[in-house]
């Protein structure tokens, strides 16, 4: 009987799709290859999604205002998004890294942490994975990715920062207080600008500046949970396993208008186009959700949110429309200047989990299932309600959140 191998000593990868929303548009138009590309919303309030290298050269930056981001670099291609093929292709970097280990815990469209440590006897150490898995997501997605290998996930995610573009960066343990000591305080997880100008004031701005700090400074200065946290960091201390994937617990879209809009027709006009999208999530996710929710953000910023239960679960843009609209006709006052407007489903249970009820109307459930075969066919919005005829063209990012 053969002896039982051990676990790697850095068994955690994080896998990190480069400029994935760009990388997916120059897959589409191959013209914009080598070109600066910017993803975003295409208004004087979008912003900047993905930016291509050959942008991020003249210092455009993700969720940099769109409007900036011009001034820095003229000569982009600004394109709105396709979150239609980000998904896409977004499935396919899961099935790749789903051939290697189950262990997978997607953190966004383009990134993933991965537990290989059961993987070794399969595919090899660690830092051979990670290059299997770069080879294999160039010939699958037909873009790059960096990797992170590293013994824990903070780590791994700043390895595969390190990395970019398309590299891989491994950390051994016995290397990484070094690797830590040179970075910023601001790369720690929970060190926000705050955080960093309190530290700054007492001399410290690098991680291995901090890790000399005594825990109880840090404490009287930040105090204990976030002093415990940074110092563990700080140290290369990160106890957090990699979790699989679990199935979200709202699907959202949201969209911010160009200018800010008080007429009730426009305004319900876009939360039935977001009503719409959010049911077609449910549809092609395998869900039903059991409560809406509407959000409402006001040109001063102030922010309105409110939800109502369903009597029973749908995955139906009708009945989501249907209560989206009682709640934005609820809201307190008239003639409001609104900015943002969101559609939520919350409460979700799988698709098969409840029997079909005859009141559910499925005969209108039938006529939304066959726009999804329209619009997988011909692209979104192939097939619309009139009442979205006149709606004027999207300029908002509008980017889904689960």
């Known amino acids: ?64 205002p769109m409007v900036r981001a011009r001034r820095l670099c003229p000569q982009a291609v600004v394109l709105p998004p396709d979150f239609e093929a980000y998904r896409a292709h977004s499935n396919r970097f899961r099935e790749v890294l789903l051939s290697y280990t189950p262990v997978v815990e997607p953190i966004a469209l383009d990134e993933a942490f991965l537990d290989v440590g059961g993987a070794a006897l399969l595919f090899g150490e660690p830092v ?6 770069r080879r294999d997501v160039r010939a699958e997605l037909g873009i790059t990715c960096s990797v992170g290998v590293a013994p824990t996930k903070f780590v791994a995610k700043l390895a595969s920062e ?18 830590l000591a040179r970075l910023p305080v601001r790369a720690l997880w929970g060190a926000g600008e705050r955080t960093a100008e309190t530290l700054d004031r007492l001399g410290v701005r690098t991680v291995g500046e901090l890790a000399a700090v005594s825990p109880a400074i840090l404490e009287r200065v930040l105090g204990e949970a976030a002093a415990r946290t940074l110092s563990e960091l700080a140290h290369g201390i990160d106890p957090r396993d990699v979790v699989p994937y679990e199935a979200p617990k709202s699907i959202s879209h949201e969209e911010t208008f160009e200018a800010d809009q008080s007429e009730e027709e426009t305004i319900l006009r876009e939360v039935l186009a977001l009503s719409r999208r959010v049911a077609a999530r449910l549809r092609e996710d395998g869900y039903r959700a059991r409560t809406v929710v509407l959000k409402v953000r006001l040109a001063n910023f102030s922010t309105l949110t409110r939800s109502r239960t369903l009597p029973a679960p749908t995955d139906l843009a009708a009945d989501v429309y249907r209560v989206a609209e009682a709640l934005y006709r609820g809201l307190p006052g008239t003639r409001r200047r609104i900015r943002l407007v969101g559609v939520q489903a919350t409460g979700l249970v799988s698709a098969g989990a409840e029997q079909l009820a005859l009141y559910r109307g499925e005969r209108w459930g039938e006529v939304e299932r066959a726009v999804d075969r329209i619009e997988q066919r011909f692209g979104r919005d192939a097939a619309l309600p009139a009442a979205l005829l006149a709606r004027r063209p999207r300029h908002g990012p509008g980017a889904p959140r689960a």
């Open 162 to 179: 390190a990395a970019k573009p398309d590299g891989l960066v491994h950390v051994p343990v016995g290397e990484v207080p070094g690797f």
């Open 128 to 133: 051979a994975i990670g290059a299997r898995i």
């Open 1 to 64: 009987m053969g002896k039982r191998s051990t676990r790697p000593a850095e068994p955690i990868l994080h896998v990190d799709l480069d400029a994935f929303y760009a990388a997916v548009e120059v897959l589409k138009d191959p013209s914009l290859h080598g070109k600066p590309v910017l993803v975003g919303g295409t208004g004087n309030r979008g912003v900047v999604a993905s930016a291509s290298y050959e942008a991020r050269a003249q210092g455009v930056a993700s969720a940099m």
